[in-house]
């Protein structure tokens, strides 16, 4: 009697979203996100939840639980990240889209960031790490449809940063970079 799809058990259902597997919270926020049940708003949090996992094994099982949704559905879910968690969810993107790289870096930064500076450089340097060319690309779609205040700053900002950063990796070949957060 296989029909293809899981049959959910009652305290499945209602466990809380903290104690599911990662395989069952992914699967929770496909159905909130495709049915419309939750404002993006009101799925952040849970967002946050599941992006908290540090550990390397749980990072690379939870990219390819997310990997595995439909574009629309990681275009949605992308969009309710937090700012702070964008380059986190970003990260786990194998091929992201211009889209999405748009819908990640032209966050809104929340009006209590005393410097957003370093906030924006890990959304960029996210979007830089899968590709240069997906960054530019995104940028040049975000100044087309009308920029945020802060991204001509920001993004000129993080552009001068590069070119520091290859500079300096041309003069100093066998140095390595710190890491990117310590750097930006």
Request: no cysteine.
């Amino acid at each position: 009697m296989a029909t293809g799809r899981r049959q959910t058990k009652w305290y499945e259902k209602y466990l809380p979203f903290v104690a599911k597997s990662p395989e069952m919270q992914v699967e929770w926020l496909e159905q909130v996100v495709r049915k419309n049940s939750l404002t993006l708003p009101e799925v952040t949090p849970y967002l946050r939840l599941l992006l908290a996992a540090e550990e390397e094994e749980a990072r690379a099982r939870l990219a390819e639980l997310v990997n595995g949704l439909t574009p629309a559905t990681v275009d949605r879910l992308l969009a309710a990240a937090d700012v702070h968690d964008t380059p986190k969810f970003f990260a786990l993107l194998a091929t992201p889209t211009v889209a999405q790289a748009v819908i990640a870096i032209s966050k809104a930064v929340p009006p209590y960031e005393k410097n957003p500076g370093p906030l924006l450089n890990r959304i960029f340097q996210a979007v830089h790490e899968k590709s240069p060319i997906l960054l530019a690309e995104a940028a040049t779609v975000v100044r087309k449809g009308g920029a945020p205040g802060h991204f001509e700053e920001a993004y000129a900002r993080f552009l001068e940063i590069m070119e520091d950063e290859k500079l300096l990796s041309t003069l100093y070949p066998k140095a390595r970079v710190a890491g990117e957060r310590e750097l930006l």
